[in-house]
């Protein structure tokens, strides 16, 4: 099922750290496959494995996305219950964060509660996976803020007058514009990575959570667009479009007057930002810069610093 040497090239490209193998072939669900681990060993890979020609490693691509579960599993996770991660799912390496703000949504809407805790679980099991496959490389939650950044992100798309309050989990209709902020941008970036992804096991895997995001954003988009909210979240729209370099991509839930649930290119094809892109989101700046915005001290991991300002690439 599985050719020896592609397993093990795959297995050395993912071990970011050293990683006790047969923990990882256990996490990547390819037990069974009778293959020994000293056999993996022996095996030589068959071609030059991507860090050879500079290519970031798989373990820092799923890191970089663990960054962002960590941070819509907070989020999700108290405004549904009023709690975030339980303490057993946010160890690992590189310092670990705290979370500021979040509290339980006072929802009237039955509807908008059921959408929040199917999307709150979703989020936590894909922190739970990405943690899991990571084994020892997984890094630790980074430093979150679910309070001031939603401020200063509403305040620079115009939601809010400049050193207003924003609070997403005030209302049912703030916590969906809050939700909207990171929905979009979590497709865009699985969209962006999984070109990147050498381990076919975990490219799947990635493409699998990529159809989730999607799924929540589209869910985010309707209701946004049924409660009659698409003129801010087309400023929160155009707020990202704002950050993440000179291109036009970012799409708001209505275009010319027209409704706009499912933003495409002229193909129908979903576009993709850069790690540093998105980071240039969630920091809250078109700049270069390694912290700030929903992570006050920077996520955790290789990936850390944001596009260059002016340019369409990082």
């Known amino acids: 099922m599985f050719d020896k040497r592609f397993i093990n ?14 923990r990882f072939l256990t996490a990547a669900g390819i037990t069974g496959v009778g293959v020994g681990v000293a056999a993996l060993g022996a095996a030589a890979p068959a071609f030059a494995s991507p860090e050879e020609d500079g290519a970031v490693s798989d373990a820092a691509i799923l890191n970089f996305a663990l960054n962002l579960e960590y941070l819509e599993a907070e989020f999700y996770l108290r405004a549904v219950y009023g709690t975030g991660l339980p303490s057993n799912m946010v160890d690992g390496i590189d310092p670990q964060g705290g979370v500021v703000g979040g509290h339980a949504v006072p929802w009237k809407s039955a509807a908008v509660k059921a959408i929040a805790t199917e999307i709150a679980a979703d989020e936590k099991a894909h922190v739970a996976f990405l943690r899991k496959a990571l084994s020892g490389a997984k890094v630790s939650r980074p430093q979150i803020d679910l309070q001031t950044s939603f401020s200063a992100a509403a305040a620079a798309a115009g939601v809010i007058p400049a050193g207003g309050t924003f609070d997403p989990f005030a209302s049912d209709e703030n916590f969906l514009l809050g ?68 291109t036009d991509d970012d799409q708001g839930i209505t275009m010319n007057g027209v409704t706009n649930l499912v933003p495409t290119d ?49």
């Open 266 to 314: 002229a193909n129908s094809i979903a576009f993709g930002r850069t790690a540093e892109r998105v980071l240039n989101v969630v920091y809250l700046t078109p700049n270069q810069i390694d912290k700030g915005g929903f992570f006050p001290a920077g996520v955790n991991g290789a990936i850390v610093a944001s596009g260059n300002p002016g340019s369409a690439t990082s």
């Open 179 to 246: 939700a909207y902020i990171f929905e979009d941008v979590g497709v865009t970036a699985y969209k962006g990575a999984a070109p990147l992804i050498y381990n076919k096991t975990y490219l799947g895997a990635a493409a699998g959570i990529l159809a989730v995001e999607a799924y929540h954003a589209g869910i985010i988009r309707a209701t946004l667009s049924s409660k009659g909210l698409a003129a801010p979240a087309n400023k929160i729209s155009d707020a990202r479009d704002s950050l993440d370099g000179p």
């Open 9 to 22: 090239a795959a297995i050395d490209r993912s071990a970011e750290n050293p990683l006790d193998r047969r």
